[in-house]
């Protein structure tokens, strides 16, 4: 009688996973402290040390990972299922802002600031196509084993992130200046919601490319070993055609009078 074959399973121990699971952990509690508890010094202080124990956590697991690690290929259903999670974020969000357009229609247009720049939303959706370029330059140099070029065009598109990320802050302090803050009207509200929960995107999405810059420099990150970077650049397209959403509402829906 034929035997049945028996699976001997791999299992890993790794310390990584702990200090981690200890920064996320402390993340809502440095959040309450600063905001609900009212003590701003203690806040910011639970959250340096809660970003030094990611910091710590995020590059000793990634390091593991790559120095004697072999991928499963699973990274790019993750990122399509995060994707998904993602859409609903942000749908959630729209139905917001359109219910606030519909329910104030008759005192939306006296909410709409004379600042609001449509020719800057432009330069931003430019900035962010180009992005989507250079990344995708920078995912088929890596594939062709051309690792130096593959990172110069990953810095360009950190340094195209960072520039949307900067104009774009730029442009709340003088409309929150004029007075078009969060607080002064259901526009504000969901104008600054819509907006700033895209730009949260972009900012984590530098922090990725940054990670795979790292790596990238280090001489970790290869032709054989970058599903991560696949991954990576489909979230970057991801937050790339979201802004097309978010600035054709914020910006046009939002700004017609």
Do not use: C
Request: hydrophobic residues 55%.
């Amino acid at each position: 009688m034929a035997h049945a074959a028996v699976y001997h399973g791999e299992h890993e121990i790794s310390f990584w996973p702990l200090p981690t699971g200890i920064g996320a952990f402390f993340i809502p509690i440095a959040l309450l402290t600063y905001f609900a508890w009212e003590r701003p010094l203690l806040g910011l202080v639970l959250m340096g040390i809660v970003l030094a124990f990611l910091a710590v956590g995020l590059a000793g697991w990634a390091n593991e990972f790559f120095s004697r690690g072999h991928e499963e290929g699973l990274a790019g259903v993750a990122i399509v299922l995060f994707i998904i999670s993602e859409v609903v974020i942000f749908g959630s969000m729209f139905g917001a802002f359109w219910a606030g357009r519909i329910g104030f229609a008759d005192q939306w247009s006296q909410w709409i600031p004379k600042d609001l720049s449509l020719e800057l939303a432009l330069w931003l959706t430019l900035i962010l196509w180009a992005s989507s370029v250079t990344i995708v330059k920078a995912e088929r140099s890596l594939e062709h084993g051309k690792r130096g070029a593959s990172m110069a065009w990953l810095a360009a598109t950190m340094g195209l992130g960072l520039l949307f990320v900067i104009l774009h802050m730029n442009e709340w302090r003088h409309l929150w200046a004029a007075g078009f803050t969060m607080g002064a009207n259901m526009y504000g509200t969901t104008f600054y919601a819509l907006t700033g929960v895209h730009t949260s995107h972009v900012i984590v999405g530098l922090v990725i490319q940054l990670f795979l810059l790292v790596l990238g420099l280090s001489g970790k990150l290869t032709s054989q070993k970058m599903t991560i970077f696949r991954a990576a650049g489909l979230y970057w397209h991801f937050v790339d055609v979201m802004w097309m959403m978010v600035a054709s509402n914020a910006y046009v829906v939002g700004g017609l009078k």
